[in-house]
């Protein structure tokens, strides 16, 4: 008589691999269940359950429920807390100070000023929501919105991969819509204005190497002499710790080569720091340094200077002049094609180039 093979009672689409990714660590013996339970103190514990219609057991399904600390509730972990231990883990990830402090900015200003929950469990899709309305009401920016939105889900993921209880609904909010408008650029005009508006010395170099390589003004003042590479006819500079904590090359025009050689020679002093860009009192410059020359720019040349838009500007004439979308994206140090589509938008000019011998009426 032929054995018949028994259909397994596993549900049909649910993998051990994928079903436990996000949601528990692999099952352990009691003992070393309760020896991480110790050894974790106020950290909740996690296990499966399955429950039917009835709330009894039920194999059917597979769901996740937490088990609170001994003597807290879960849920109850305070807010503030939290946070300073997610601002820790994040810089130790690498993030930059600036995404640090801006990380810490937004959830400060959620708790402290927009009534933000003090305890995890107040920390739902409908609060989420809640604060989102409140913003948007206020009548600020879709980018700050946004912003505040994406702080607050990477809190939210953080916690529920530490194995707290979060809301699972917040992880799962889809952020709110920002408007896609078209990146403004410098004008050629207004690049030679503004090169001839700075001193010479740091500040005419700074806004050379922001027009010349689409660098981030926080990349630039991180520069050092060790990161100018010039041998020959190829000039690089070293961007050693950009965002997301990636480091790439930058090349350099024979142009710029020559001014950052001629800043070295008869502007730079000898001074005890080894970071590129030096003031004339022999201290480094800073991020805000530069921030604050691009403010006093602004009222000298008559037109709107933002540090954003000489990346704008760079890769809108990189790829205007034939250049290679592929190298654009190791350049600027994105790990997609995503944000290095939006330089493809085309100016009026560029749109009605040839476009009468195009159209079909």
Known sequence: MEKRLKKPSKPLGFSKTVGTKFLAPAPVSEHRHKAARSAQAGRPGARFVRRNGDGGADDSAPAFAFRAAPGRPAGSQRMAGLVREWLAEVKVMGRSEQTIKWYQQKMDWYLGHEGGPATLDGLTSAEVKRLLGVLIERGLAPNTVHGFFEVVRAFANWALREGFAVDPAVVRMRPPKVPVTELETYTESQQETMVAAAAPGWPRLAVQILLGTGM??????????????????V????????????????????????EIDRYLNRFRQDVETNRLLVKGNGQPVRMMTVEYLLMRMQERVGFKVHAHKFRHTFATEYLRKGGDIERLRRILGHSSYVMVMRYLHLDKGDLGKDFDLRSPF
């Open 235 to 258: 000039g690089f500079l070293k961007v050693r710790k950009g965002k997301g904590a990636k480091f790439r090359r930058v090349p350099l025009s024979s142009r710029l080569r020559r």
């Open 216 to 233: 981030r003004v926080g990349e630039l003042a991180e520069l050092t002499l060790d990161d100018y590479e010039s041998d020959g006819d």
